[in-house]
């Protein structure tokens, strides 16, 4: 829970706003993959224009492009503790074996809505890189506040 200031996020943090995150795409996958037309063997996955987009702007930098997030997914001033780490596990879990299962899926005709427009859809492809790289992002974040906590330790 340790913050370098009151507009940061802690650690818990992070991982809530992930959680949040999978609380809308992990069951949009899952009900779209249903209904899904089977996966050519030959077809590989092409991007749209619009789900490339959306996930190389969540792609991790090295210097990451700073994101303001919709009220509703930011976790600031939540009360956290390690049951949201247990919960994120096992949204972990649910996403690698929807990954498994989105072998036999067309990627492409598949559409999926997206967290801030139910009304824009996307290629179940894009929808899973936008997915897992807002998760590298975080994790990234996640990573970068250890190290500050460490560094704070040591130098107060």
Sequence with gaps: NWKENKESWSILECIEHLKYYGDFYLPEIEKRMLDAQPADSKMLFKSGLLG?????????????????????????????????????????????????????????????????????KLRLGDTLRVVIYHNQRHMMQADRVIKRSAKARFTV
């Design 52 to 120: 490339n987009y959306f996930a190389n702007s969540m792609l991790p930098k090295a210097k990451l492009n700073k994101m303001k997030t919709f009220k509703a997914m930011n976790p600031v001033g939540s009360d956290l503790d390690e049951k949201v780490l247990d919960k994120f596990i096992a949204q972990q879990k649910q996403m690698l074996d929807l990954l498994n299962k989105a072998r036999n899926v067309n990627l492409i005709k598949t559409k999926t809505s997206i967290s801030i427009s139910r009304f824009i």
